[in-house]
Structures are given as structure tokens and as C-alpha cells.
């Protein structure tokens, strides 16, 4: 049985005190949540805060990416994954698309902040996933794919229970056109033969792929109700705790 989790990505917003108070008013609602993980991942400056004050509690904190490099150094703007888990965070989200397209990462540096993250102990939320005109061109398969095998490659088997793999359709992120639970279906069963091919059945078995791009209180039931959908990644509808919530406790 896969544990479902849901992940809420707060991107660039919220000051210090927003994130805490955002992070104390949903710890109640979802105080009760056993059926999943819920993750939120705050901004770097306000990460230790959220940490330590959701300390004892089931919600679990995430930064929104960390550096390649493994180990302190001159590496002027970067945060090392150890610092990360440092202040108390277990998750990091590596490989947004808005990191691909905006700060070119490409899957070589996912691939190494992915290493860097496990050999920090960190849970990576590995994050693939086309544009519209890689789906219209009938390549959206073929760079998930490439994504995926290009981010983990040289993983271990002892290492992939430590990964989580986000498939975010890019024309799906913040423009409020979702994938339908069909189509977000058949490339999660896609993404789990592709793992399957690569590392192990069992391995592939044991994978939670979530699914991200406008996911709402009001669309999560369908996505989940899908057999390869094991959560969600929620940018927009997770700054606010209701919304958050609502989307976390989907069952009730
Ligand atoms: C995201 O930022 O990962 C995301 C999926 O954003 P949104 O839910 O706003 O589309």
C-alpha cells in the first residue's frame, strides 16, 4: 500500500510571519489526516520558523530546492541539502518546471541535487513533466521519460524509497486548466513502467508519483480516485490553509 501525500508548494510567497501563521492555522484542520503525508514547503527565509514551530506535529516541512553542491563551499546565493535538513526540514522539491524553464536547470543538475539531497537525508521530490507544445508535438511521453531517467540516474536500490516523483504538466501549473484524471492517469502508469524498466518492479510498486497543475478542493477526489495517483502537488490552492486542508482531507 502506497501512503498517499500531499505536498503544498508555497513558491515566492509569504513573509516570515505569513508562513507561520499559514502553517499554525492548518496544523488543527489537518491534525486528524493519517491517511497521507502532508508536506508544505515554505520559502528558504521562513523554513526554520515553520519547522520549529510545527514541531510534534504530522505536517512535515519541505524546502523548494537545494544546491548540486554536496558540501559547504564558495558557492555565493546556494543552500547545501545537509543545511536543509539542519533546520528541521525532511522533503525538498527538486526540478520544478519553473526552475527548468526560468533558471535552466536541466535534468544533469536535478540529477545531482537529487544525490545531494539523499546523501542528506532528505526525502526529493523529483519533479518531470511536459509543455503544451512537447504534448501537442506527441512528445510529452518521450521527455517525461527522458526526465525521469536522466534525474535518477546512479541511484541505488536503498535509494529510491527516499524518492517521490511529481508529474507536473506544465501547461497544468497555475493556468487553471487541469489534466483530466485520465490523462494524469495514463502517464503516472506510464512513469511507473518507465521506474519498473529501470530499477525494479518492486521498486516501482512502492513509488508514489503525485500528480501537480491547478489541483483544487473541488478536482482532488477524481485524481485520487485514479490507481496511479498517490497525491498531489498543489502550488496556488496551498497558500491558504482552508483550501490546503480541504484538499488533504479529500475523504471526509
Ligand atoms: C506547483 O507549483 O507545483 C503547482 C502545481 O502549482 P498550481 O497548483 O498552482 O498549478
Known amino acids: 500500500m502506497r501512503k498517499p501525500v500531499i505536498a503544498g508548494n508555497w513558491k515566492m510567497y509569504k513573509t516570515v510571519s505569513e508562513s507561520v501563521e499559514t502553517a499554525l492555522a492548518l496544523k488543527p484542520l489537518v491534525a486528524n489526516a493519517n491517511h497521507c503525508d502532508v508536506v508544505i ?7 526554520k520558523t515553520v519547522c520549529d514551530r510545527l514541531e510534534g506535529s504530522n505536517i512535515k516541512v519541505a524546502a523548494q530546492d537545494c544546491s548540486t553542491e554536496v558540501k559547504e563551499g564558495a558557492h555565493t546565493g546556494e543552500v547545501a541539502a545537509f543545511m536543509i535538513r539542519d533546520v528541521g526540514a525532511s522533503h525538498v522539491i527538486i526540478g520544478h518546471s519553473e526552475r527548468r524553464q526560468y533558471y535552466a536547470e536541466t535534468d544533469a543538475h536535478v540529477n545531482k541535487k537529487v544525490q545531494a539531497a539523499l546523501q542528506s537525508g532528505l526525502i526529493a521530490i523529483m519533479c ?6 512537447q504534448r501537442e508535438a506527441g512528445l510529452a511521453q518521450d521527455i517525461v521519460s527522458g526526465q525521469l531517467i536522466g534525474g535518477l540516474a546512479g541511484l541505488t536500490p536503498v535509494d529510491l524509497d527516499r524518492i517521490i516523483v511529481a508529474y507536473e504538466p506544465v501547461w497544468a501549473i497555475g493556468t487553471g486548466r487541469t489534466a483530466t484524471p485520465e490523462q494524469a492517469q495514463e502517464m503516472h502508469a506510464f512513469i511507473r513502467r518507465v521506474f519498473a524498466d529501470r530499477h525494479s518492479q518492486a521498486a516501482a510498486n512502492a513509488l508514489r508519483i503525485l500528480y501537480g497543475g491547478s489541483v483544487k478542493p473541488d478536482n482532488i477526489a477524481g485524481l485520487m480516485a485514479q490507481g496511479d495517483i498517490d497525491g ?6 496551498s497558500l491558504q490553509a482552508e483550501s490546503f486542508a480541504q484538499i488533504v482531507n479529500y475523504r471526509a
Open 232 to 237: 498531489a502537488l498543489v502550488g496556488g490552492a
Open 41 to 47: 514547503a515554505p520559502v528558504f527565509t521562513s523554513l
Open 128 to 133: 518531470v513533466g511536459e509543455t503544451l507544445e
